[in-house]
């Protein structure tokens, strides 16, 4: 009986190399997006815990139930979750844009995402401020000093002069508003920020609220800043309001419009405390209410 031919196995293919990684990939507390020629760079300024979401999030006494019926139906956490912290830099090719700062100090990580982003802070040429509470000013500066040192800083004027006139204005104010206020130029609703950043008037969480409108072409952008509110029950319940508004009502009238804006426009979003990476798009849905529909991830 003959003997089976032996072979030798053919050694196993080496395997291709890994594909270089990508610089400043996605996730890493940064989220860039092209819209038109602009560069957007979302930057999470990290996320604080909140025991519970209601009724911070959703406050008109009267409508407590059915807020909670909406995160039991789109499976949103009521308690034990976060709250997002999320400034926007706006690359025009001419301008570097950076909309509110985080809360500054031990806890915020807007500089440090700035970096990670491949970004020097000393390249932006502008901060805008949208209204000054302090999770928006606290990362204006670090011991005394700018952290922006070559920006220009802009604000709403009516804004500035509510904080800045206080009686007793809290340590953010002082530091951040009053301590570089030779630093600020002051502005009006509908007042260009550098072109093609246009402020836009959202009164209501604060009285002299601004959000910024960034248009490229044909593409278009709302950074709302807080006049949004929440992602979900603001968009899903007309007349809701935030517990953090200064005027309840006109916020909620205030959110109307710009989502009526937005979905008109087919304009991209963003929302300051929208859960990261907070950029998509607002829908409309039947009966007057929207969603909003955060765009799909990409890693570079």
Do not use: C
């Not at 999320?86 to 995402?113: F, H, S, W, Y």
């Amino acid at each position: 009986m003959a003997l089976a031919q032996t072979t030798t196995p053919a050694a196993p293919a080496t395997p291709a190399a890994p594909p270089a990684p990508t610089a400043f990939v996605n996730g890493n507390g940064f989220y860039r997006q092209k819209i038109g020629d602009m560069t957007v760079i979302v930057l999470s300024d990290g996320t604080a815990p909140l025991a519970a979401l209601l009724p911070t999030w959703g406050a008109n006494p009267d409508r407590q139930a059915e807020f909670a019926a909406t995160l039991a139906e789109y499976h949103v956490a009521a308690t034990n979750t976060v709250n997002h912290f999320n400034p926007t830099i706006i690359e025009t090719g001419k301008n570097r844009v950076l909309i509110d700062t985080g809360r500054g100090g031990a806890t915020g990580q807007t500089l440090a995402n700035i970096r990670r982003a491949g970004i020097d802070p000393a390249t932006i040429d502008t901060v805008f401020i949208t209204h000054g509470h302090g999770d928006h000013i606290g990362g204006l500066t670090t011991g005394g000093q700018s952290n922006f040192p070559q920006a220009r800083h802009v604000m709403g004027a009516g804004e500035f002069q509510f904080w800045t006139t206080q009686a007793n204005p809290n340590a953010s104010v002082q530091a951040n508003l009053i301590g570089l206020k030779d630093r600020f130029t002051l502005i009006q609703p509908g007042a260009e920020i550098v072109p093609g950043l246009t402020a836009i008037a959202s009164p209501g969480h604060t009285l002299n609220h601004l959000s910024v409108r960034a248009q490229s072409g044909n593409a278009g952008l709302l950074v709302f800043g807080d006049a949004a509110g929440h992602f979900l029950i603001s968009l899903k319940h007309r007349g809701a309001y935030v517990g953090f508004d200064t005027d309840g009502a006109l916020a909620a009238r205030t959110r109307q419009r710009l989502f009526d804006q937005a979905t008109t426009e087919g304009l991209w979003v963003t929302g300051y405390h929208f859960p990261f990476h907070a950029l998509g798009h607002i829908r409309r849905m039947i009966g007057g209410a929207f969603e909003y529909e955060p765009t799909v991830w990409n890693w570079s």
